[in-house]
């Protein structure tokens, strides 16, 4: 079985703190994503990874930066948190453009 | 601009009954079309997928319905369960650049009462 883990359910940060979210699957799939799920907004997309160092916008990069130096490991970061980032943070990955794993999310609250 | 339209936002059933989930596409470069089942607490995990050169494709209770004239696909739930009550996306995927990203529907909250 696919096994996509992600570093912590829950999370709570201050306004202005750096914040690191980890993904980390067992697959050796290529590609990576990272998404943020909001009430009504579907999933959006960050950024995503089709290999170690590579890196792409998604449709919502701004506030965000990644960083893939693992085939295994996503790194999200956000570099000054802010209110509006709270939101559920959902990492996938996939070895094609057919199935995406998904891990179980990180809700992140910012106050 | 959404690219991937899905209707309705929500839906309430009762067990036993039918549940229809629709998504509308523009892009007809779209070759893949995968629905994907969330429950609270989870993320999604990949339910059924069809690819354009067939109308439907079946697995136990949950079919896919595909009208590429119309550019529309719909997931149709039948004698649906308290336990089929998740969100459901719907999503499209093209091989254009060699591509690996989805598209994404906004998703259908469903609740089949009991």
């Known amino acids: 079985d696919v096994k996509v883990t992600q570093s912590s359910r829950y999370l709570v940060k201050r306004t202005g703190e750096k914040v690191f979210l980890e993904c980390v699957q067992d697959m050796d799939h290529e590609n990576m994503f990272w998404y943020r799920q909001d009430p009504g907004l579907g999933l959006r997309l960050i950024y995503f990874s089709y290999d170690v160092k590579m890196k792409e916008k998604g449709d919502i990069p701004e506030g965000y930066s990644v960083s893939r130096e693992k085939k295994e490991r996503f790194s999200l970061i956000l570099e000054s948190a802010s209110t509006n980032q709270t939101s559920m943070y959902l990492c996938a990955s996939t070895s094609g453009r057919y199935e995406q794993y998904f891990g179980p999310g990180t809700r992140l609250t910012v106050t | 601009q959404q690219q991937v339209k899905q209707s309705p936002q929500s839906l309430i059933v009762q067990k036993g009954g039918i549940s229809i989930i629709n998504c509308a596409y523009e892009n007809t470069a779209f070759d893949y079309f995968p629905w994907y089942q969330q429950f609270p607490g989870k993320g999604p995990a990949l339910l059924i997928a069809i690819r354009p050169d067939v109308s439907e494709k079946k697995e136990g209770r949950f079919t896919i319905s595909f009208n590429k004239s119309a550019k529309q696909f719909s997931l149709h739930i039948m004698d649906s369960q308290p336990g089929d009550s998740a969100t459901y996306f719907c999503?499209?995927?093209?091989?254009?650049?060699?591509?690996?990203?989805?598209?994404w529907g906004l998703g259908t909250s469903l609740a089949v009462n009991p």
């Open positions: 999503a499209a995927s093209h091989n254009a650049g060699n591509n690996r990203k989805l598209i």
